[in-house]
């Protein structure tokens, strides 16, 4: 059984054909049929059984958003659980692996948990090439606790050492926002992405009505 599924988890559906666009429009085409059917989970409310979802196909242009019912899941893969044990050696030389490496060794100490998003976290979720040469990493961060800016600032540091680009996301119960602009602004506001869209506010572990509107 599927337990509860949150922003960035990647989720096998029973067939391609469980993702209708946003206009209810048949199934994405960039669906592979001789593939097991990947998705991502898109951040926004789950209602009457249906979650958000984002399709991607073999070329970077080709993506689209749509959604599917709970019912029509089958598997799911958190970013905390897709790091390089799933990764084919012949791929561990691309410079995004080898900055998921990187980060591997450099945060084994860290207290919260985190995993690749984005075209690497595809890949090492589905199988399916999906990184390039010039791949960034984008690296997931949830953090159900409140970081000190000087923890965050410490973190960013040992984060933009990496060998290759990290864009570096921070989940809280309540939204994501970037961490590089947390660090680099703080204090003052930023952009917050809610399920309910994306505002400025300062309190991402407190969100205010006000930072709503």
């Not at 949150?6 to 946003?22: G, K, M, P, Q």
């Not at 951040?43 to 958003?65: M, N, P």
């Not at 080898?98 to 984005?118: F, I, K, Q």
């Not at 990290?166 to 961490?179: K, M, N, W, Y």
Request: net charge neutral; proline share 6%; aromatic share 8%.
């Amino acid at each position: 059984m599927v337990g509860t599924l949150h922003v960035h988890d990647l989720i096998v559906l029973r067939t391609e054909s469980a993702v209708i666009s946003t206009q209810s429009d048949p199934a994405c085409p960039y669906l592979n049929p001789n593939q097991r059917p990947w998705v991502v989970v898109r951040r926004g409310r789950i209602s009457d059984g249906s979650i958000l979802v984002g399709v991607r196909g073999s070329q970077r242009h080709e993506r689209c958003a749509g959604f599917t019912r709970l019912s029509e899941v089958v598997e799911t893969r958190r970013p905390d659980q897709l790091r390089l044990l799933f990764a084919e050696n012949s791929r561990r030389k691309l410079q995004a692996f080898r900055t998921l490496s990187y980060l591997e060794s450099h945060l084994a100490g860290l207290d919260m948990s985190w995993g690749p998003g984005g075209s690497l976290g595809y890949e090492l979720a589905s199988g399916i090439p999906a990184v390039r040469a010039d791949s960034d990493l984008d690296f997931i961060l949830f953090a159900p606790r409140k970081l000190e800016i000087t923890e965050a600032q410490d973190l960013w540091r040992m984060i933009s050492g990496a060998p290759g680009k990290v864009d570096a996301l921070v989940e809280t119960p309540f939204c994501g926002f970037s961490l590089q602009e947390f660090v680099t602004t703080s204090p003052g506001k930023i952009l917050l992405r809610t399920s309910d869209g994306r505002v400025l506010g300062s309190k991402p572990w407190d969100l205010s009505k006000g930072e709503h509107s």
